[in-house]
């Protein structure tokens, strides 16, 4: 007999995750991807836009990859439902296509939530449970009314992210009850659509979908669902809700007065209630649990796990895994951080209160003195304000509600952490509650999809059978300190609230003052993109999230465009066009109107006819840098090779007539092959661009001196690259290595001749990876047979590739390399995610990083026509046509 599986799909703020939880056994399988969102042009900064096309490919290829992790058969998955992050909008048109998509962030409506609470806060928070927000779905349609209502004319249906997902799983659209609650349009005393409120704001309240509770079926997996997620068609597919609550519901947390906190990239602290309980003064949320009959009382700590992230990449900048070092590095500490005290991502909820979040950290040198272990005190301090904040939050919930329970539930991604679930004990002075599957949100709507296919009667009963207790911790040997340490945090936060509140409200006028560019794009302008450079999928989904994509990459299609009306046709209807190798020249631009950007993946952008795309105000960026890291890599490998003597050692073990276990044939390799580390050794960089700035990064971890001379960088940048500047001449007098990063110019033409190497130290080393026009070759030779030199690594030379009886390639101590430098697999990947940010800067009104023409910006705009060059402009540019297929 098969085993059986329930699936289920969590959409999240920063990834997406697919789920499979064997029934058998209750094990959980699970794969993620991530994903970000752009800010949406002409909101100010403050409005957000999900792309849900790319959402959707990429739960697909979690799902396919889960299903094979998990080793499921086409027919072992019983039912699948989808839980998403809160506070999301979505817009359907009359043919069920994507008009308007927003993330939990997305605050554009912020003027008009502040006018809805200032008018009528009271009559919306006793209705709808929350007291009107800029992220709630009703001032959302507020704001589309005056900024977007021709978007808003053309829509007939009103969901939220999950709820589309159900659809698009099975062509049944229904607003599921928890996640309706949480729009403020919802009246929770009748649990349906507050229909009278959602006229008073304008908006036709049948594009309100009929409501259903979570676990409810609402169709099987369409064929076209199944044949993406690699799935058999016909699966029952139940409705998900809401991920606090369906975390609640992944947690246990099914009976009246049980407590949950859920801690993931936001921080909910919710309790079950039997009845609908509002706190009076509307700091407190209200809204439906996904159990049928049960509401929950929420005190929300916003955004604690995204500020915890982003002050660990603070942190830790050059870790793989920054959070997990930093949840690592705050073991290491003490109870209280060693006197260091933060409230990042430590906010004790008022929902009436719309202001910048803020965050201090409070700390002396006189304390702390130690530099070497602050990282791990800092850590540790923000891990402890979290977890006063959670304990404040749960303080008022407890207080509204009147229920004090024995036991805290612990979800979501920091209950992982058994330092920071400790310490929210020994703050609470509570039991907490760790569960078996840490995505409590997942599994919740797992649960829901095992009631749709009718496994579990209700959702209660399949809590009770698939979540599990991993661990429960009791305060131990530091609660009575961590009890004194949040009674004077809580105090210091009460006392500075006011403080906090002015600079709040300073950095909200920098915020609001803010003009839009002359040159950003207006609001739900996604322009099309045409790509025909080498490109990964990543940077696909940069763009895919900013726009239309239609990817024909050169190389698939072993096609170049040779300009002309052949591009035009090409690119006809496209606003950017993203190229590598086709020619943009006179004629194309001329006879395409529409286009807006042209981005070119090449260091110099030869194949376009600069000129002529600025006479039409097009905006030409290009990808300098985009194999910079992969010739830094070369030249720091090249370091070590000659520093530890590799190309002899690694022939040593090769060489004939060597016997396993002959000592004396160890004994000389050990003296032939003692090398060097890099380690205290001065590296001087001759050129500090794009490649060398990388290498310099490179060596910082080796705890090398880096020197550099470049007459076009000055002293400040160097310490910013972690490299002192110095002059030529010192250059060559301190360094044991000698690496050259310079462009070639008629000025640095042999800059490395017989006087430069006579000026290097004696048994220094000489790489390049640059041009060969930088080095005078016999020079470079003479240095070595003099013995001046000690080695040199070379990937360029004068006539490439070099007669195998060249002079400096046939030398043993010389490594010689044809020209791999920049060749490598990731350069499509390295260049399309510098082409996505020019076009993501576009779009928001800034100057792209790399623009060759940065005088169209001005005049310039993403819709209408574009600059018409005067006619004599014109005749000179068909007559002087610049690019060519040679090029």
């Known amino acids: 007999m098969g085993r059986s599986f329930l699936m289920a799909f969590d959409l999240g703020g920063g990834s997406g995750r697919c789920i499979l939880v064997d029934l058998e056994t209750g094990a959980a399988f699970s794969t993620k991807r991530d994903w970000s969102y752009p800010v949406a ?17 990429k739960l697909g290829e979690a799902c396919r990859q889960v299903v094979e992790e998990a080793g499921a058969g086409p027919g072992e998955i019983l039912g699948v439902a989808a839980t998403s992050m809160r506070n999301t909008t979505v817009l359907l048109d009359g043919e069920d296509r994507v008009l308007f998509a927003t993330p939990n962030q997305d605050g554009r409506a912020l003027g008009n939530a502040l006018m809805l609470a200032g008018e009528r806060g009271m009559e919306f928070y006793r209705a709808g449970g929350h007291w009107p927000g800029p992220i709630f779905t009703g001032p959302r349609l507020l704001w589309m009314q005056n900024n977007a209502p021709e978007l808003l004319a053309r829509a007939t249906r009103v969901t939220c992210l999950s709820d589309w997902m159900g659809f698009r799983l099975s062509g049944g659209l229904y607003s599921e009850r928890s996640q309706a609650g949480e729009t403020i349009l919802f009246d929770h005393r009748k649990r349906d659509w507050a229909r009278d409120l959602i006229a008073s704001i304008g908006v036709d309240p049948g594009m309100f979908p009929e409501v259903v509770g979570a676990g409810t079926l609402i169709g099987s997996l369409t064929r076209e669902a199944a044949e993406h997620l690699g799935l058999a068609p016909g699966i029952p597919v139940a409705a998900g809700g809401a991920d606090t609550q369906c975390g609640l519901l992944g947690a246990g947390c099914v009976r009246d007065g049980d407590l949950g906190v859920i801690a993931g990239t936001s921080m909910s602290v919710q309790q079950v209630c039997g009845d609908y309980v509002l706190d009076g003064e509307g700091r407190l949320w209200s809204g439906q649990h996904v159990v049928p009959g049960l509401y929950v ?19 830790h900048p050059g870790s793989y895994d920054p959070l997990a070092v930093l949840f690592a590095a705050a073991a290491r500490s003490e109870p209280g951080a060693a006197g260091v005290y933060s409230t990042f991502g430590a906010h004790v909820g008022d929902a009436r209160s719309i202001s910048v979040i803020l965050g201090s950290l409070t700390m002396s040198h006189m304390v702390t003195p130690d530099t070497l272990a602050c990282r791990d005190h800092i850590g540790r301090a923000l891990l402890e304000g979290i977890a006063y904040s959670a ?17 805290l539930d612990a979800g979501a991604g920091m209950s992982r952490s058994a330092l920071w679930t ?17 995505e409590n949100s997942a599994l919740g709507a797992a649960i829901c999809a095992g009631v749709g296919a009718g496994v579990f009667p209700d959702l209660v009963e399949g809590a009770s059978r698939l979540v599990s207790v991993e661990r429960e911790q009791r ?8 009890g004194e340490l949040y009674a004077g945090w809580r105090e210091a936060m009460d006392k500075g609230s006011e403080c906090e509140s002015c600079m709040a409200n300073q950095m909200a006028v920098a915020m609001l003052s803010r003009a839009p560019a002359a040159c950003e794009a207006p609001p739900a302008f996604r322009p099309r993109i045409l790509v025909t450079a080498s490109m990964d999928d990543a940077a696909l989904g940069e763009l895919r999230g900013m726009g239309e994509v239609d990817f024909r990459p050169w190389r698939e299609e072993m096609s170049v465009l040779g300009g002309g009306r052949e591009l035009a046709q090409a690119l006809a209807g496209f606003d950017v066009f993203i190229t590598e190798m086709d020619v943009v020249d006179f004629e194309a631009l001329r006879d395409t109107p529409g286009l807006k950007m042209i981005i070119c993946c090449r260091v110099n952008a030869v194949n376009v006819d600069l000129e002529a795309a600025t006479a039409f105000g097009v905006p030409v960026a ?6 910079s890291g992969a010739v830094a890599d070369l030249a720091v490998g090249f370091m070590i090779m000659l520093a530890r003597k590799l190309p002899g050692a690694a022939t040593f073990l090769k ?5 396993a276990g002959d000592l004396l044939r160890m004994a000389q390799a050990y003296e032939e092959y003692q090398g060097s580390e890099l380690w205290r050794k001065t590296v001087g960089l001759v050129g500090l661009g794009n490649v060398g700035t990388r290498v310099a990064a490179r060596l910082c971890p080796f705890g090398a001196k880096v020197i550099f001379y470049d007459p076009g960088i000055d002293a400040a940048e160097g310490v910013l690259a972690g490299a002192e500047k110095v002059s030529f001449e010192e250059l060559l007098r301190r360094s044991d290595f000698v690496s050259v990063h310079a462009p070639a110019t008629a000025a640095s ?6 006087e430069a190497f006579s000026r290097m130290k004696e048994g220094a080393f000489f790489i390049n990876t640059a041009r060969a026009s930088l080095v005078d070759d016999e020079a470079l030779a003479e240095a070595l047979e003099s013995g001046k030199l000690a080695g040199a690594a070379l990937d360029v030379f004068t006539v490439e590739p070099p007669a195998a009886d060249n002079r400096l390639a046939g030398r043993e101590d010389v490594i010689a390399t044809p020209h791999i430098g920049g060749n490598t697999r990731e350069i499509g990947a390295h260049q399309g995610d510098i082409a996505a940010d020019q076009l993501r800067k576009l779009l928001r009104g800034a100057s792209p990083d790399h623009i060759l023409n940065p005088g169209v910006l001005e005049g310039f705009a993403w819709e209408g026509p574009r600059r018409e060059p005067p006619p004599e402009v014109l005749e000179s540019l068909a007559r002087n046509p610049k690019p060519s297929i040679t090029s």
């Open 41 to 57: 042009p002409g909101t100010a900064g403050l409005g957000y836009d999900l792309d849900l096309e790319d959402m959707w490919r």
């Open 297 to 315: 009382l929420e005190s929300n700590g916003l955004l604690s796990g995204t500020v915890l992230e982003w002050f660990s990449r603070i942190l």
């Open 391 to 407: 304990w404040a939050n749960a303080g008022q919930v407890i207080a509204v509600s009147g229920m004090d329970p024995d036991f």
């Open 422 to 438: 400790q310490i929210v004990s020994d703050v609470a002075g509570k039991t907490v509650r760790v569960h078996a599957v840490a």
């Open 475 to 482: 305060p131990g040997e530091h609660a009575q300190k961590y």
């Open 622 to 627: 290009n990808t300098p840098g985009r194999n």
């Open 655 to 659: 060489q004939s007539g060597g016997e």
């Open 749 to 754: 033409e042999k800059l490395m001749d017989r």
